[in-house]
Nanobody, 121 residues
Framework: QVQLQESGPGLVKPSQTLSLTCTVM??????????WSWIRQPPGKGLEWIGA???????YYTSSLKSRTSLSRDTSKNQFTLELSSVTPEDTAVYYC?????????????WGQGTQVAVSS
């Protein structure tokens, strides 16, 4: 069964770049038609989709964060990475990596456990 595991710093200072990595186990990030997304949940708010990378390496971003977001992948390590620049306290959230098939905007069938990120000086 495919498992996802997020890793990265729990605390980031304002204006810095947040970098998170998702390691995929028991499944390949190049498997056809799969999309690998980052989703976050700020305290007291709902889930927000950030972006995705697909099996070919194509990337997709939500418009509100696109100017600050970069997604990449390392197929040799079976990992994909989120970089969010110029962070503010509003970027404080639990960040999840997820998997979906055929599309990036629904049907997330695998989730990492989530990693808490706080933006604070």
């Amino acid at each position: 069964q495919v498992q996802l595991q997020e890793s990265g710093p729990g605390l980031v200072k304002p204006s810095q770049t947040l970098s998170l990595t998702c390691t995929v186990m028991s499944g390949s990030i190049t498997a056809t038609y799969y999309y690998w997304s980052w989703i976050r949940q700020p305290p007291g708010k709902g889930l927000e989709w950030i972006g995705a990378v697909n099996w070919r390496g194509g990337t997709y971003y939500t418009s509100s964060l696109k100017s600050r977001t970069s997604l990449s992948r390392d197929t040799s390590k079976n990992q994909f990475t989120l970089e969010l620049s110029s962070v503010t306290p509003e970027d404080t959230a639990v960040y999840y990596c997820t998997r979906s098939v055929n599309t990036w905007y629904s049907g997330y069938d695998r989730w990492g456990q989530g990693t808490q990120v706080a933006v604070s000086s």
